[in-house]
């Protein structure tokens, strides 16, 4: 009988295994009182539906619609006419003072609750380097969507050129949270140049991988930034209606912590 000989993989045929540091390049444990922190947080202002016919105005530095208080970030929907809207809230967002290729990001949040909230944890490219046209070509990242007439069914999606809701196409996949308003729950994404994956409290979900055909399927090789928002409304949020009677209402964060790629 011939002896069988055992091959082994060829050495570039092995998968690449990535590591993260074990200590935050950028994080913020909300461990003081008062407007978010300046050195790390901006705002997105203004009203006129943000593209998807949302019913709130986004307001800058007003510690109603956002606070740190009790070591917690608090973002809140409030029902007020507003130039030309009918409820405020805020729009938090990193770029330009925290701007990452490639980590893991962990954020730790209670939500909202009630029809008409959408609350939404998630990433944009801080610059157009694809195509003309900044959207989707440039790709977003959602590690954390919810809206509140589907209580506790919590989505993780990326849309990209070839892959966007627009074309009927995104990616994405959904998980049940039962206590989603009265617990903190971490939200995790890990992002490398293979993969990007995504968790809740540690439990893998979704996972999306580099085909390797160009930026039009994964545009997820340049800077992106953090946002962390809560819309009123809107084609997905509000497509139930909105329960005026449920507001003011607010996403609570614990920690956002932001770690390297090991190299």
Do not use: C
Request: aromatic share 14%; glycine share 8%; no cysteine.
């Amino acid at each position: 009988m011939a002896q069988s000989v055992k091959h082994s993989t060829p050495k570039e045929m092995l998968p690449i295994v990535y590591h993260f540091e074990s200590k935050p390049i950028w994080s913020d444990e909300f461990d003081y009182k008062g407007l978010p922190d300046p050195t790390k947080w901006s705002y997105d202002v203004g009203g006129k539906g943000w593209g998807n016919n949302e019913l709130q105005y986004y307001t800058k530095e007003n510690l109603k619609n956002a606070r740190v208080e009790n070591g917690k970030l608090i973002i809140e929907a409030i029902k007020e006419n507003f130039d030309k809207n009918t409820y405020t809230s805020a729009r938090l967002v990193t770029k330009g003072k925290g701007d990452f290729l490639y980590g893991r990001f962990e954020i730790k949040a209670k939500l909202p609750f009630g029809r008409g909230t959408w609350p939404a944890i998630w990433m944009l490219a801080s610059e157009q380097t694809y195509s003309d046209k900044y959207w989707p070509d440039n790709g977003e990242i959602d590690i954390m969507e919810h809206v509140g007439y589907d209580p506790g069914n919590v989505h993780a999606t990326v849309h990209t050129k070839a892959f966007n809701h627009v074309i009927g196409t995104q990616k994405g996949t959904e998980m049940m949270v039962n206590d989603f308003d009265t617990a903190f729950h971490e939200y995790r994404l890990d992002w490398t140049p293979q993969k990007i994956e995504m968790f809740i409290d540690s439990k893998l979900y979704f996972t999306f991988e580099n085909s390797g055909k160009g930026f039009a399927e994964y545009p997820f090789d340049k800077k992106f930034h953090l946002l962390l928002n809560l819309a009123v409304g809107g084609n997905w949020g509000g497509s139930k209606g909105v329960d005026e009677s449920i507001f003011p209402q607010k996403m609570e964060v614990d920690y956002v912590r932001i770690y390297a790629l090991k190299k």
